[in-house]
Structure formats: structure tokens, C-alpha cells
């Protein structure tokens, strides 16, 4: 091989190893794989990314300077989630006049400032990376979940009849009620559940991951965007995963071919790098529900009592199109499970 040769091949590596990094694709060449696969791709990952502190600060420099940039991933282990860091920012929470049924708890809308970049999971955790966690820890798969199991398939083609939702005795994680497989999000999880899991993760990576806070999940889910979805001013079936146009149903129609849970990674991502955040599952997050208080700018969790119900953001399979709106707050019991319910987690950096 002469030197000119020499010198192209190691000039193609380089920029494969950097397309490890860059590339933001839908997670479809991952569907379908083992425990096994998922190592082997780890372990490329981490070889391409040998200093990944000194990129990580590198990033960050670069980030401070220029809003236009490539999402950076982060990958601890192959048993952790893929993790994008999130960059420091400025944003308006809640939702505008403007926007159709908006809910009192949207507002007012407040600046809030995310002063410390924190890595943020490029997918919400799916199936099969919460089994790995529970067979580590040795969990006991609690049932009792929410599902549909009383009457599947007697609403309309293609849909879910919320009518049917009920406690499942045989409901959990490991059976929602509806076929998924390991790249499904995992649901009939609670936020105890999740809270357990980011506690695992940061034992075996000696890292602290944990839920994001609603002000942080808020600005990772718009990802800059000031209008109604992270894509535009209407819902559209072609980018999330979501219900019928009325109360509530799964529906599969345009490109969201699931009546139930998708695939994550479907559908395209925002601007941070990130998939499913409007749709696919309800995601927990770690504050107390409350109204938004006057003056409050803060990205810090609101958490005035340990026993409160807990927030979910971003709408599900389940819901109508206003409910994956990014300013759309819900609230439940931290120990509740339902086949809509999952979760996302965050690092700090």
C-alpha cells in the first residue's frame, strides 16, 4: 500500500469513528438486538471514544460558542441507556394563548434557565434495558398494572378502547397486555420503579443518573422549538406516536403503523438529538406536582413533599394530539403503573 493509500485509510477510520458520535438516526438498526450485539456495538463505541472526558469538555467549549451543533452521545456501559448532552440554555416553560385547549396549569409562562449541561437519554429506557436491570438486581416483577387485558379488541379497527382499562392482575412489565419486544419502551413502571433504576445505573457506572427535572424535560423536549409541537403548530402521525383525535384510543395511522407502544426511535428527532418526546409513553419525571409560581425560573425539582404525586410529561400511544403538546403536565401517584407509563433518564456531567 503506498503512504498516499496509507494516509486516505486512516483519514476513513477517523471520520467513522466521529460518525459514531454525530449520526442521529432512528434506532431501526438496533431493533431485533441481543444482549450479546449490544456489547459488541458498546465496545466499538467506547474504542472509538477512548478519552471521552476530554471530548465530552471539548464539546462543551464548543457548545458555550455556537447554538448550531451536532448532539454529542454518551455511552457508560452497554448495560446503561445512550445518553445526548443536553447544552446550557435559556427558554419560555409553559404554553401561549395561542395554543388550542391549554390547560391553567401551563401557565403562567416563565424563563427558566438551564444553567449546567447534564446528559439526557437519547431514547426513553426501553424494555429490554429495564430486564437487564431487573434480572441484576434481582426484582420481583410486580403486577397489577393498568392494561386493557378486560376486553382487547372490542373498540374500533385499529384502536384501544380506553373504556377497558382497568388493574390487571397479571399486568407488568414483562406482560402490558400487548406484544413488544426489547426496543419498545418499557411501561407499567412507576416512579418508585424508576427511581430504583437510575439507582442501579449510577452503582455500576459511577455515575449519578436520575430523572430529569419537569423544567430540564421541558427543555429538552422542545429542544428550541417555541411553537406547540417540537416540529411545528399541528400534531401529525408522521412524527409521533399518538391516539385518536378524540378520548382515548390507541390509533395506528400515517406513519405510526402501532396501535399500542412503537419501536423507539421511530419517528425522527428534535433538535437535541432526541426521540419519542411528544408520544409513545408518558414519561416520569422527578418533581412534585403544583402550580407554576410567580418569579419561579429555577431548573431545579420542585419537591416540598417526599409522598406527593409525581409529574409525567409527553403524552402517550393512548392520547389525543393536545396531549403530547411539550407544556401538557400530568400528575399521578409515584406508585402507580399503567401500559402508557414509562420513563427517560438523565446524567450529570
Known amino acids: 500500500m503506498t503512504l498516499r493509500r496509507a494516509l486516505i485509510a486512516v483519514a476513513i477510520s477517523l471520520l467513522a469513528a466521529c460518525a459514531v458520535n454525530s449520526q442521529v438516526a432512528p434506532r431501526g438498526p438496533y431493533r431485533n438486538e441481543t444482549y450479546e450485539m449490544r456489547q459488541t456495538r458498546w465496545r466499538a463505541w467506547r474504542g472509538a471514544h477512548r478519552n471521552i472526558d476530554a471530548e465530552i469538555a471539548a464539546f462543551l467549549s464548543t457548545a458555550e460558542r455556537s447554538a448550531e451543533i451536532a448532539p454529542f452521545s454518551i455511552w457508560d456501559r452497554a448495560e446503561a441507556p445512550e445518553m445526548v448532552i443536553a447544552p446550557t440554555g435559556t427558554f419560555t416553560m409553559g404554553s401561549s394563548e395561542a395554543e388550542m ?123 428550541g422549538a417555541a411553537t406547540p409541537y417540537w416540529w411545528g403548530s399541528s400534531a401529525t402521525h408522521d412524527n409521533a406516536n399518538y391516539g ?80 403530547i403538546r411539550p407544556a401538557v403536565r400530568g400528575w399521578i401517584n409515584s406508585n402507580f403503573r399503567d401500559s402508557y407509563l414509562g420513563f427517560r433518564v438523565a446524567r450529570d456531567l
Open 244 to 323: 385518536a383525535e378524540t378520548c382515548c384510543s390507541g390509533l395506528a395511522a400515517g406513519s405510526d403503523n402501532w396501535v399500542n407502544t412503537s419501536p423507539v426511535g421511530s419517528f425522527g428527532s428534535n433538535a437535541f438529538g432526541l426521540f419519542d418526546t411528544s408520544g409513545n409513553v408518558w414519561e416520569w419525571v422527578q418533581d412534585c406536582y403544583g402550580p407554576y409560581s410567580e418569579g419561579r425560573n429555577t431548573a431545579a425539582a420542585s419537591e416540598p413533599d417526599a409522598n406527593c404525586e409525581r409529574v409525567i410529561r409527553g403524552g402517550s400511544w393512548v392520547n389525543y394530539p393536545l396531549y
Open 101 to 223: 385547549s391549554r390547560s391553567t396549569n401551563e401557565r403562567p409562562m416563565h424563563v427558566v434557565t438551564i444553567a449546567h449541561p447534564f446528559a439526557v437519554g437519547r431514547f426513553e429506557v426501553t424494555r429490554g434495558e429495564f430486564a437487564i436491570f431487573s434480572r441484576a438486581a434481582n426484582r420481583v416483577i410486580e403486577t397489577n398494572c393498568v392494561t386493557d387485558r378486560a376486553a382487547p379488541g372490542s373498540g374500533p379497527p385499529n384502536t384501544v378502547n380506553a373504556a377497558n382499562f382497568g388493574r390487571d392482575p397479571q399486568g407488568s412489565w414483562a406482560d402490558p397486555a400487548f406484544a413488544q419486544t426489547d426496543d419498545h419502551p418499557v411501561v407499567c413502571v412507576s416512579w418508585n420503579d424508576a427511581q430504583a433504576y437510575v439507582a442501579w445505573l449510577s452503582q455500576i457506572t459511577g455515575k449519578h443518573y436520575r430523572l430529569l427535572t419537569e423544567a430540564e424535560w421541558e427543555y429538552v423536549a422542545r429542544a
